[in-house]
């Protein structure tokens, strides 16, 4: 197993191609992404198989609230780029070999959320007609 290598993002360094990001300020410092934000942990791994197995993993270890525990500061908590080596480090080693059990997972969790996320657009649209038959009906008057 070849662990990612993992530091601090700057804009103008982050070019390779297997490259995700750890916010690592606020309520949501662990969560993933394909997409850098300000203050986050870049995470460049060797290849593709090592890409998806450590954003898979790094988004259980987020939504299990994994990291939760190691956030610091009382007013924006942060957590550090050494507590987020420790995590992978860590619980890698007893994820990878059972790598297609916890693809699964992941896939059931996707679906999950993409259900989540259509539900919500449902709310949002119903929302949306509400509002648009109450105004069409006071227009009138």
């Known amino acids: 197993?070849?662990?990612?290598?993992?530091?601090?993002?700057?804009?103008?360094?982050?070019t390779q191609p297997y490259v995700f990001y750890i916010l690592c300020k606020g309520e949501n410092a662990g969560k993933p992404s394909l997409k850098p934000w300000p203050n986050s942990f870049a995470v460049i791994c060797q290849n593709q198989q090592y890409f998806n197995f450590y954003f898979w993993l790094v988004?259980?270890?987020?939504?299990?609230?994994?990291?939760?525990?190691?956030?610091?500061?009382?007013i924006i908590p942060f957590i550090n780029v050494d507590d987020v080596?420790?995590?992978i480090?860590?619980?890698a080693p007893a994820v990878f070999p059972d790598w297609s059990k916890f693809q699964e997972l992941v896939n059931t969790l996707d679906k999950i959320e993409k259900l989540k996320?259509?539900?919500?657009?449902?709310?949002?649209?119903?929302?949306n007609l509400q509002l648009h038959l109450l105004l069409r009906h006071f227009d009138g008057y």
């Open 89 to 91: 480090r860590e619980l």
């Open 85 to 87: 080596r420790d995590i």
């Open 59 to 74: 988004y259980g270890l987020f939504k299990a609230g994994k990291f939760k525990v190691r956030l610091r500061g009382s």
């Open 1 to 14: 197993m070849i662990y990612p290598q993992i530091r601090c993002y700057h804009s103008n360094i982050m």
């Open 117 to 127: 996320s259509n539900l919500a657009q449902q709310i949002i649209a119903s929302e």
